[in-house]
Each structure stands twice: as C-alpha cells, then as structure tokens.
C-alpha cells in the first residue's frame, strides 16, 4: 500500500488514470476525493480517470478476483 501527504501529493500522483481504493474498510471514493481542491487540480480528476476499486480487491482469492473481474467489466464495459 501506498500513501502520500497533502503536501506532495501533486508530486506523486502525476498519472493520467487514478484508481482509489480503501484498506480493510471503505475509504473515501473517487468523488468526495474530487471535492478537494489539492486532488482535484490532478491530471486524472481533471481529466475525469479517477476510478473506484472496492477495497475486497485487494485480496486476491478466487472469489474476490472473480468479483472484481465482474466490477470492471460493469465499470468498463
């Protein structure tokens, strides 16, 4: 896992695509991220790549991958 500080997150997050996920609970989503000033002056929230992954994800079990696989084909699809 990784985290940043508000201070050096411009630095850090400089990818065209952002996906935000939660660990071992629900973080916050893609959207109450939006509503940040700092994330939202990012290259990927400006540009509207900003995806939400459940954080079960992260788990890579038979069942949960299978889940996921479902999750992006509705996302992506």
């Given at each position: 896992m ?29 959207a ?19 995806y939400d ?9 038979y ?8 999750h ?6």
């Amino acid at each position: 896992m990784f985290e940043s500080s508000l201070e050096t997150i411009g630095q850090v997050l400089t990818t065209p695509t952002v996906f935000v996920t939660g660990f071992n609970g629900p973080g916050p989503s893609a959207a109450e991220l939006s509503e940040n000033p700092v994330y939202a002056g990012l290259p990927a929230f400006q540009a509207g790549n900003v995806y939400d992954i459940p954080y079960w994800a992260i788990r890579a079990d038979y069942d949960e991958s299978m889940a996921f696989l479902d999750h992006l084909e509705e996302q992506f699809a």
